[in-house]
């Protein structure tokens, strides 16, 4: 079952009066699109958070649909050419389930479908050209939403154009649609798995949404030898405490995925009642550190508003420099120092 409306919703859960007063139409919003997996978890109040529409949605006026510049830096209709080594294809507008932070929301749910044959054919022109493109994040939308065909199709047009290029395989479908990961998925996935490597970008905000079916789609791309690495969007109201974040990271490595980065949330118009002050995040991270290894820990990073790009937040441990001696403070609050000669 796919939810699709309120009215479909209500029979699932007793609404709130923000909830029930959300606007579709309002420019700033997405459509509300719940798959049957998130309904099975969506009594948790961070599911619900992340996948219930608010009218908070539609009042907020902070930032604009495009803070990261990506129309200004796109290259063709689908590929995003923003940074000097990689670039981003979107495959697709279309997820099986619509987040409500989602930062793409000028595209995303905008119903334009899948990349067209013409669209991956220009991509694929670019890449060849431009040598100094090393990553391309296939994203969207999320990927997974085509049919093996179509992605068997846009795999086999990128790497016959550039086969050392690396490709990052951006998805939320673990946690909308486990089941989407078929042993016939896996098999033409294989086809494609020589030269470059893929890794898997995977977005598990919650320990709550690692469940059983993920976790056996998971081992899929183990037996393939792709590495997996977690893109986590720090969350109000959603796991924005240290208890969730430790949760969260120490299950993402017992299941063989690296937490990669704790983002930020952009300043994306519709999303002000889920992004954290900067100050509780920062005050997170450094707590964080305490309780985390550094193979466990996440890069706490924001995407710079106006396309200013990503950069690490974290606490600054340097107290003082003299012309020989640097001095820093531990995590525990004492100081210790290093020499700049030797």
Known sequence: MTITSLDELKSHLNLTEKELHWEEKAENTLPLLISQNILSLIDNPSIRRQFVPSEEENIDTIGNLDPL??????????????YPNRAAFLTTDRCFA????????RFTGTM?????????????????????IKEVLLTGGDLMTLSDEKLDYL?????????????????RALVSSPERFTPEFFKMLEKHNHHAPFFLMTQF??????????????IGFVKLGIPMMNQCVLLRGVNDTLDQQIELCNKLMYNRIKPYYLFQGDLVKGTAHLRVPLSKGLALEKEMRKHLSGLSMPQYTIDLPSGGGKVILTENYLVSR??????????DGEERSYPEDF
């Open 69 to 82: 510049k990506e129309e200004d830096n796109s290259v063709s209709s689908r590929l995003i050419h923003r």
């Open 98 to 105: 619509y987040c409500r932070h989602c930062f793409r929301r």
């Open 112 to 132: 334009t479908g899948p990349a067209s044959e013409a669209e991956i054919a220009e991509a694929a022109a670019y890449l060849k050209e431009h040598k100094e």
């Open 155 to 171: 795999l086999h047009s990128f790497k016959s154009a550039r086969e050392d290029i690396i490709y990052r395989l951006c998805t």
């Open 205 to 218: 905000n919650h320990a709550i949404e690692i469940t059983e079916k993920a976790i056996d789609a998971l």
């Open 322 to 331: 003299d012309r020989n001696l640097w001095t820093f403070k531990t995590p």
